[in-house]
């Protein structure tokens, strides 16, 4: 079965086939991420206009790469929620369109969820790195982007419980907003990362939010990180946190980055590892951007016994996990009225 999978919850306009939910045909991305860093962050009418400018050639291309023509295509599969609400119309209307038109079945997909069956792909195309097997079940997952950071069990493809989440910042929005605290360029994820390698994780002490249970806290941390570096900077905590680029030496910034980065990947590893001593899941799984960290992997590794994790290009928005999700969902997700279907950017796990 061939699933054609459409994806814009935030700022990439993404399409890809997936076969069987497993193999990777093609995978098609076109980000608009250089627009909105001038801004520091994504503007909403921005990334819907390029969307609006991007679905058909990067939906063309997927079919293209994938050698792939509409007689091939089972079925059509796109993100309903969460999201932009600007950026999911522009997904959802196209892939409503083409459902009518090509007479396609059509399912709705929840963007958070599909991010755990990027690793249920293991085979497709050759630039890719895959997992050897896909995920066993139970299925411990951690969630971490930009926009969510979530702790699941998975009993089953449609039995799962969510164990925690974060109550205030995603830890990929903590990583924006402490980049640009430090003038680091956006995304601040890769920023953090790349100024971290030249600072001492030790320098600067940093506390771990005590929630209770798996839910996770990152304001706190971000807010520490401020107070730490106006000290560093010789100022009070009256002085402006746009300041501090020109306040902080380069030496500085990258111990900063480094002593955030640290406390923030241990927060999720230990929530992690406690989840694993207590429910002893046959599989773990980190997804999400932030799963594409190479120091957040190497501290799960040296915590937890095989770890899976999609290839580096399916750990960010993509449409192959959309596809994949849909696939695997089928037998409890039907296919949907594609002259009803509305978008919910609020929509939760």
């Known amino acids: ?41 994504v503007v909403p009418e921005i990334a819907a206009r390029s969307h609006l400018e991007s679905i058909l050639p990067v939906i ?8 792939t023509n509409w007689d091939d295509i089972d079925a059509i599969a796109v993100t309903q929620g969460p999201g932009l609400i600007g950026s999911l119309l522009i997904g959802v209307l196209t892939a409503r369109t083409l459902a009518i038109t090509k007479n396609k079945p059509l399912y709705a ?13 293991t085979k497709g195309m050759a630039d890719y790195h895959f997992p050897a097997h896909p995920p066993d079940f139970p299925l411990l997952a951690l969630i ?7 702790l699941v ?40 990362a790349q100024a ?6 030790t320098s600067v002490k940093l506390p771990i939010a005590q929630m209770s249970g798996y839910d996770f806290s990152f304001s706190g941390l971000k807010t520490a990180v401020l107070r730490a570096a106006q000290a560093l900077a010789g100022k009070d905590y009256t ?9 902080l030496t380069s030496a500085q910034k990258a111990d900063l980055a480094a002593s955030f980065q640290a406390t923030a990947l241990k927060t999720l590893v230990d929530r992690l590892e406690k989840a694993c001593r207590q429910y002893q899941p046959a599989s773990v799984a980190i997804v999400g951007g932030v799963a594409a960290n190479s120091e957040l992997r190497r501290l799960a ?23 994949a999700a849909a696939f695997f969902g089928r037998s409890t997700n039907t296919p949907v009225d594609p002259y009803g279907l509305s978008v919910e950017p609020g929509l939760s796990l």
């Open 239 to 247: 002085f402006a946190s746009s300041g501090l680029p020109e306040a």
């Open 144 to 150: 971490v982007s930009g926009g969510h950071s979530s």
């Open 301 to 323: 590794e040296a915590a937890l016994p095989s770890v899976i994790y999609p290839d580096v290009k399916l750990c960010t928005d993509n449409a192959a996990m959309i596809a």
């Open 109 to 121: 997909v929840n963007h958070v969820k599909a991010h755990v069956y990027a690793t249920f792909i």
């Open 1 to 41: 079965m061939r699933i054609l999978g459409i994806e814009t919850s935030c700022d990439e306009t993404a399409a890809a086939v997936v076969e069987d939910g497993q193999r990777l045909l093609s995978n098609v991305i076109a980000s608009s991420v250089d627009l909105h860093a001038a801004y520091g962050g």
């Open 196 to 201: 971290a390698k030249k600072g001492d994780s």
């Open 153 to 192: 069990l998975f009993e089953s493809h449609s039995r799962y419980k969510l164990l925690g989440q974060t109550a205030d910042d995603a830890v990929g929005e903590a990583f924006d907003k402490v980049a640009k605290m430090l003038g680091l360029p956006y995304p601040g994820g890769p920023a953090i």
């Open 60 to 67: 063309n291309e997927a079919l293209s790469q994938a050698k």
